[in-house]
């Protein structure tokens, strides 16, 4: 039913999770991006770590907004519902959909252009609004789609493949993340995969609003030299600050997280957050710090990766609504509807 | 000096200013005279303004039933200083004009031919109340006991009702009453009452409701089993929310407190409408309400829903535009920009209420309607519709409902072998089946999206699969005339020319058909309820030479949408338009209809004689 289905092959010794599926379990159509797109090396990334985290793959709402990167809800779970919505309003798609039914776990996907410009505003308020679900920006520093334009995450001074110099002040989106609120909040890079996949996986499980910032570099049109969202600046710039790693609640803790200098967070279903400290000065539970922090090394061309703030206690949108424990859309019109009886009663208070 | 002389057939105005509290004391004077037994027009006539600009009440009382607005004023109650002059000026020879006598009224403000009848308001009731706000507030329950001398509404109806409404807050009771009987007794003191027009007891309202289009609509979104409520404040379609969020509060609460529905105040309409989509997707029966400048904030998304098939309800409570326009007014100005939002090629289900039970009826019919067709539905009500209270039939309910939730397709239809696909025409209706997210493991996922698509559902840009997927759409609009409201002939007598309207115009319809035949012009009469237009309406329109297509707006945009869906003759459909923001009178449409059709008439007695 997709576009260019992946041919399926039988591959009998693919390592299987305790759901019995494959890694081929979770891809979905092939890929048509640009070859060297950063946004195919997250949608990879995701894919590992829904495989990784177990998940039944039909139990994910993948939604997106327009660009390149919203695309690619396309190319991976494919057993999943997905939705494609129009330009910057995932983050409105995702908050109705969560009303509706609390019991799927959303991944949103999109570009630098689709939340920092045109989406701005329904970004920060799903934020706001504490929607349970994993906000995935792939910053590419430009607009892929529409060819090449600067977003409004591209770097004061940096240069359009053409050569023009950008003059606008960037959006700093983790930076807005923080202030609005959002329980979890990481940046990464493309092609880290080691530091990605782990931050997806606690990500995703985490039961409040997740935001990940992940630079993804657009080769065709912003990986020259003077782009700093380009492999080879990251590459330079990029200083991890805090490893996580997460572990379900399912699974058994083994000596492979020997201890050291780690904090292991406890979330309220059990599972664990095991965090790991590569900047000594470095706070993670501390908002207003991270802030600072991120600010301070911003000014100097770095590029802070890894979980740079976490709340343990987030507060979801449902519990701020108050609503039932069951889905919305689970509920039977009889638990729904007052009943002829009721407008009777209705009717006479109107005489 | 000549006296109107009527009973049970009068307009009442009040001049007040707003803020000061005189809506619910006029409310009170509506309700009392419905409570004896009279249908009761009442209309709210309010400025853009929280405080201290001229607001206007009006309560039509027809004992033979015609609720809309007359034009004229028979009794105004003068209670605004501002407006003094205009309030004398818009009294019919022979009426009342009750003024506060508190101080001298200047000579010039004098009209020969009308009635002024004089109370000391002011100072009876500073006499009486020794705090400001009080006194401000009794002022208006005065001079409601004013009115009921002078018009003879019985004081037990009106001593009864302040109990309901204080219920809970009884101490406010005493000095209520109190008032009430400080105005009574300065009338009886004063004047020779009650006046020769007047209301007197009678049992022409039946089992008829009074309630306003909002709350009706926002508790049919509770019967019809909505659970997920997303909007931005907008007037005039904020009480709608309001309604159903009240209603939800009484019956949909658990014992631990949780609330089976959720409310969502988006941050704009874009975001409002992008709910509903997110919600409907995944299965919950959603809405949102807005007025015209929501609705075209809503467009891009509208489109995306109409494309991807996705059950929208949205409820348009139309006001005088554009932009912020005159957010107070009525007007039904939003039917062109509604039925076609958005790009491309696109055509949105619509609603026609014409009062709080169809309000009601029709919230239940648009999400039935909505996911049984998987398409937008617009209920189109107005302000005048929305916030006024109106004269309705009871609200009906029958247990034995059950939602129509359309072609949901259950995991266990697809483990049995069902052949999904997501956008073939299995049955022929034109309309495809769907899943909801989370239902199968590997069977039914699908990807929505507004990019083009087979009928398998997989995305393309073959011209000829894009053109065969919206031609799809176009027979799904067909599918949809079979099933929406049809149309209601309210008089079908076989005279060459007929009436065609939509929503509120249906209250001064009967006044008007009675007025034109006693012209010696019958005409026909036909509401429409829906677009699609139903056959009935073209049938109307061709069995008859003229037909007057009434249109609250400046273009005719009812009588466009019938030209253009029915390909019809222009010439043989004559406009009658109102769009000065207020109700469409009878008058208007009389005086429209007969200056078009005497020459026709004088010509045909002519040829015959
Ligand atoms: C309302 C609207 N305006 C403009 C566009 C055109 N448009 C499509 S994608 C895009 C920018 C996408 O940029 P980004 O989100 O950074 O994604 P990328 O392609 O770089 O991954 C724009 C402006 C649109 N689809 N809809
Ligand atoms: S244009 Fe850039 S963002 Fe788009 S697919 Fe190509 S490389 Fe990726």
Redesign the pocket.
Known sequence: MSYLPKPKIHHPQLPKNTLGLTRRDYEGSLSTLCAGCG?DSVSAALIQACFELDLPPHRVGKLS??????KTPTYFLGPAHGFNS???RMPSIASGAAAANRDLVYIGV??????AS?GLGQFIHAIRRGVNMLYLV?N?G?????KG?F?ATADVGSKSKAGKANPYTPIDLVQLALQMGAGFVARSFSGDKEQLVPLLKAAIAYPGFAFIDVISP?VTFNNHEASTKSYSHIRRHDRPVMAADFVPLAQEITAAYAPGDRHTVTLHDGSMLHLKKLAEDYDPYDRIGAMNYLQRHQADGSVLTGLLYLDAEPTEMHAMLGTDAAALNSLPHASLCPGAAQLDAINAALR | MSRLAKVNEFVLRFANVNGTGSASANGLVARALFRMGLPVGPKNIFPSNIQGLPTWFEIRVSEAGYTGRRGTVDLMVAMNGQTFAQDVRSVEPGGYLLYDSSKPLAPELRRPDINFLGVPLTELVTRQFANPRQRLLFKNIAYVGVLSALLDIEPEVVEQLLREQFQGKEKLIPPNMQAFELGRAAALERFACPLPMHAQRRDAVGDRILMDGNSAAGLGCVYAGATVAAWYPITPSTSLVDAFSAYCEDYRVNPDGSKRYAILQAEDELAAIGMVVGAAWNGARSFTATSGPGVSLMT?FLGLAYYAEIPVVLFDIQRCGPSTGMPTRTQQSDLLSSAYASHGDTKHVLLFPASPKECFDMAVQAFDLAERLQTPVLVMSDLDLGMNDWLSEPLTWDDSYRPDRGKVLTAQQLEDGFQFYRYLDVDGDAIPYRTLPGTHPSKGAFFTRGSGHDRLGAYTEDGDKYRDNVDRLRRKFDTAATLVPDAATLRDHGNSAGIIYIGTTAEVIPEALDALTAQGLDVDALRVRAFPFTQRVYDFIAAHDTVFVVDQNRDGQLRAMLLIEGNLDPARLVSVLSYDGMPVTADLLVHSISTHLEPVRALAMGASA
């Open positions: 946004h907004g327009i660009g390149c990167s919203s129009v330009h910057g999109s570009g630098d252009g689709d939340t045109i792939e590419n430009t607009y892929g789609l529409t334009q977003s657009c | 891009e």
